[in-house]
């Protein structure tokens, strides 16, 4: 028996129960009793989540992301932090790595805190869209405390997510580069991730949609490492034949310039390129590059935004919103 | 009065206090019983520092940087966030901006939260330089909690520093500059900040001690951001005699970088040009930058083992720690 089971029972929102258990002034008495009623008769005893008894709300959110080092995570948790600064709320911030019993054990570990909701930050959490069974440890989560999930699509109770139109934005990028007669696209991505497959998904679509096939060889995995892209791309090249990249992030398509300037190719006419997430890499890289925007901050506005309904006006809120991305068009391509 | 004052009457570290309040097993009954009589002697009501009753040590530390969207800052975050989850605690995460009134409210806020420590990361923290007022805030939070801070140096008591040899480093690419004949070196930086004075110092120690003069229009404030380095160099150029480029981050190196390009400099023989941090823009920009390598991680790792042994062991630690650099050579410079 959970917070969330009370919650049922009673036919009310968990943050309601949250507020019955904190004696919140905003709940009416008649509720209350009835909330109160139905945690007597189930001999439930309020949690982690809901033990800041007669304080009210904790305030504080836990905030999980696999690596802060990472400039997009980075970027994401300095939004999600000043937002919610702003209405007051703390962060507990949790670096979970990529492997799946560490995101389940972090995602354990701040649910043991008194946090009011749960953000995890980033695509990896959605698991790999293979077996449904890997994203059990959220909607248990989601028993406990609210869980808001950027850039990631799980379903179940309690659960809001906030994710980019990644397939739109490379569906787009596609069709652009057909247009311009490039045909052989080299789609370069580092995992099997949620917003992965979506970028993957929009590739395939505009290909097919145009009438070209799908070619298993020009789907290229490496990793979101400049150096590490530039060295396999120089290893493979001799067997892969290619006119442009599309990369999933920036850092991979820095790695694709690396290698056009090695090999002597000019950019955008004989190797276009389009990198992902609009970073400081993009400005960096020589020349700039074109680079689809995933509008993060838009995206983690929209995430507290809900959270605040949620907890303190008890709305009912959106689960599911799409942020539409932008291409932003500079040197790597001509399209 | 308040913990401090106690700790100091009873002659044992905050850290005992804190043990007492919170009737932890590791304090002898005698010790126990000294700081007990004094608390009460004195009035003494344990604050949000020490409130854990019963609960021991809270195994959470406050971390403040002033923008968790840099480079450097989340790299930081990062290191420090991996150490502390191996020692069992948590991280609570404030972002402050660099305004004197927010660090100060942002560095009570955390204070306010049931934080064992604080973590201050960033030269920002020790202030100007001008007035020792600037940093009494946090001579007044050291009175509350531990406070250690990262890459920069303010004295008081319970104050614990780690911050890189930046004098050192600056120091020897000035030597390295002089001696393949650059003697017009444009020293490049965003702040006054604790870091970026050790930086000067070092710049203008090394031109004074080879027997040249320090000439005022060599010192070119800009900002941390490529676009805007590149204009004021376009702008600027036409009054500034330079051949070499010692910037304070890698963000203002690949800024001149961009500027060389546009003027067909080429790079290092008519413009030598060195970044600092070693952050993935060095890897990105195009030739690849030399760039100082501050030991973030080694910071980190100091700053987090000592924060174990005074909070664990009440340890006698290292007040101020300073790591050395290393310059990473790559292409932008022939030193």
């Known amino acids: 028996m959970n917070i969330y089971d009370i919650a049922k029972l009673a036919d009310v929102s968990i943050a309601t129960v949250s507020r019955v258990v904190n004696n919140s002034p905003k709940v009416s008495a008649r509720t209350k009793e009835k909330v109160l009623a139905i945690m007597k008769e189930n001999e439930y005893t309020p949690n982690a989540f809901a033990r800041g008894l007669g304080l009210g709300t904790m305030k504080t959110v836990g905030i999980i992301?696999?690596?802060?080092?990472?400039?997009?995570?980075?970027?994401?948790?300095?939004?999600?932090?000043?937002?919610?600064?702003?209405?007051?709320?703390?962060?507990?911030?949790?670096?979970?790595?990529?492997?799946?019993?560490?995101?389940?054990?972090?995602?354990?570990?701040?649910?043991?805190?008194?946090?009011?909701?749960?953000?995890?930050?980033?695509?990896?959490?959605?698991?790999?869209?293979?077996?449904?069974?890997?994203?059990?440890?959220?909607?248990?989560?989601?028993?406990?405390?609210?869980?808001?999930?950027?850039?990631?699509?799980?379903?179940?109770?309690?659960?809001?997510?906030?994710?980019?139109?990644?397939?739109?934005?490379?569906?787009?990028?596609?069709?652009?580069?057909?247009?311009?007669?490039?045909?052989?696209?080299?789609?370069?991505y580092d995992s099997e991730s949620f917003s992965a497959r979506q970028k993957l998904a929009g590739y395939e679509a505009a290909l097919q949609d145009a009438g070209y096939p799908v070619l298993g060889n020009l789907k290229f995995k490496t990793k979101n490492d400049i150096e590490y892209t530039k060295n396999m791309l120089l290893e493979y090249n001799k067997v892969l034949d290619f006119d442009s990249v599309l990369a999933t992030d920036d850092g991979i398509a820095a790695g694709a310039v690396k290698y056009a300037k090695i090999k002597g190719l000019s950019i955008p006419e004989e190797l276009s390129i389009t990198g992902y997430n609009n970073s400081i890499l993009a400005l960096c890289s020589d020349p700039e590059l074109t680079s689809v925007d995933s509008k993060l901050g838009v995206m983690c506005r929209k995430t507290v935004e809900r959270m605040i309904e949620l907890l303190e006006n008890e709305a009912q809120i959106e689960k599911n919103v799409c942020v539409p991305c932008e291409i932003v068009r500079r040197?790597?391509?001509?399209?």
């Open 65 to 188: 992301c696999p690596d802060i080092s990472d400039i997009y995570m980075a970027k994401a948790v300095s939004y999600l932090e000043s937002n919610l600064h702003d209405h007051g709320y703390d962060c507990i911030l949790g670096c979970s790595g990529f492997k799946q019993k560490e995101k389940e054990s972090y995602v354990k570990l701040l649910l043991s805190k008194k946090i009011d909701t749960l953000i995890l930050v980033g695509s990896t959490y959605a698991g790999s869209g293979k077996d449904e069974a890997d994203t059990d440890y959220i909607r248990e989560a989601a028993e406990q405390a609210s869980v808001f999930m950027i850039n990631a699509k799980v379903a179940g109770d309690n659960i809001y997510c906030t994710y980019a139109d990644d397939f739109q934005a490379t569906y787009e990028v596609t069709k652009a580069y057909l247009r311009r007669g490039k045909e052989k696209i080299l789609f370069m």
């Open 331 to 335: 040197c790597t391509t001509d399209y």
